[in-house]
T-cell receptor, first 114, second 117 residues
Framework: AQSVTQLGSHVSVSEGALVLLRCNYS??????LFWYVQYPNQGLQLLLK??????LVKGINGFEAEFKKSETSFHLTKPSAHMSDAAEYFC????????????FGRGTSLIVHP | GAGVSQSPSNKVTEKGKDVELRCDPI?????LYWYRQSLGQGLEFLIY????????KSGLPSDRFSAERTGGSVSTLTIQRTQQEDSAVYLC???????????????FGPGTRLTVL
C-alpha cells in the first residue's frame, strides 16, 4: 500500500522568498517519488523524480527535493520564488515493484505575492 | 505527436446524456492512464492500459464508466447517463512503461473539462 500527504492545501510566499512545499509518503517498499506542477488549464508537468540514486534531486525551474527515509519525506524547495511559480504542485509515490500506478497527493496551491 | 493530446478541451452536457472523451498518447508509449481531477481534490486514478488491455480498472467509479484503447494508441473514455457529480477535469497520461523500469515517467495531456448541467 502507498499513500501521500501534502501538508497545506495553500502556501503563500512573497516574491524572492524561500518556497517549501511538504510531502510525506507511506510505502511498504522503497518508493519512487515525483513532484509535478500544474499551471492553470494545463496538464501536469514533471518537475523532478527520486529513483533511489542521489537523495537530493534537482529539477527544472530551480526546484529541488530531498528524500529523507527516516522522516518519510520528500519536500520540494526553491531558494527564491518567482511570480511565474504560482501553480498547483502535486507529490506522487510509486512502489518500486509491481504496479506502474502512482498515488498522487491532493496538491498544494502556491501563491506568490509581489 | 509531440505530446499527449485530449479532445475536446471542454464539454458541456446535460444530465443523462452520454459523453466520449478522447486521448491521443505520445507515439510509442505503451502505457496509458486516465485520471479524474475534481475541484479541490487530487488526481483520482480511473483506469490503466498496457497496450490494448486494461490490467487495472479498479478506479472506475461505476459501471457507467468504460474505456477502450485500440491499436495500442488512441483511447476513449465513455461516461453513460452522466450525472452532475461526474463534472471534473479528466486527465490522460502516457508512459513508456518499460517492464521493471521503475523510473517510468508519465506525460500528461491538458485534460478535458466536463460540465454536467
Amino acid at each position: 500500500a502507498q499513500s501521500v500527504t501534502q501538508l497545506g492545501s495553500h502556501v503563500s510566499v512573497s516574491e524572492g522568498a524561500l518556497v517549501l512545499l511538504r510531502c510525506n509518503y507511506s510505502s511498504s517498499v522503497p518508493p519512487y517519488l515525483f513532484w509535478y506542477v500544474q499551471y492553470p488549464n494545463q496538464g501536469l508537468q514533471l518537475l523532478l523524480k527520486y529513483t533511489s540514486a542521489a537523495t537530493l534531486v534537482k529539477g527544472i525551474n530551480g526546484f529541488e527535493a530531498e528524500f529523507k527515509k527516516s522522516e518519510t519525506s520528500f519536500h520540494l524547495t526553491k531558494p527564491s520564488a518567482h511570480m511565474s511559480d504560482a501553480a498547483e504542485y502535486f507529490c506522487a509515490v510509486r512502489s518500486t515493484g509491481g504496479s506502474y500506478i502512482p498515488t498522487f497527493g491532493r496538491g498544494t496551491s502556491l501563491i506568490v505575492h509581489p | 505527436g509531440a505530446g499527449v493530446s485530449q479532445s475536446p478541451s471542454n464539454k458541456v452536457t446535460e444530465k443523462g446524456k452520454d459523453v466520449e472523451l478522447r486521448c491521443d498518447p505520445i507515439s510509442g508509449h505503451t502505457a496509458l492512464y486516465w485520471y479524474r481531477q475534481s475541484l479541490g481534490q487530487g488526481l483520482e486514478f480511473l483506469i490503466y492500459f498496457q497496450g490494448n488491455s486494461a490490467p487495472d480498472k479498479s478506479g472506475l467509479p461505476s459501471d457507467r464508466f468504460s474505456a477502450e484503447r485500440t491499436g495500442g494508441s488512441v483511447s476513449t473514455l465513455t461516461i453513460q447517463r452522466t450525472q452532475q457529480e461526474d463534472s471534473a477535469v479528466y486527465l490522460c497520461a502516457s508512459s513508456l512503461a518499460h517492464p521493471g523500469g521503475g523510473t517510468d515517467t508519465q506525460y500528461f495531456g491538458p485534460g478535458t473539462r466536463l460540465t454536467v448541467l
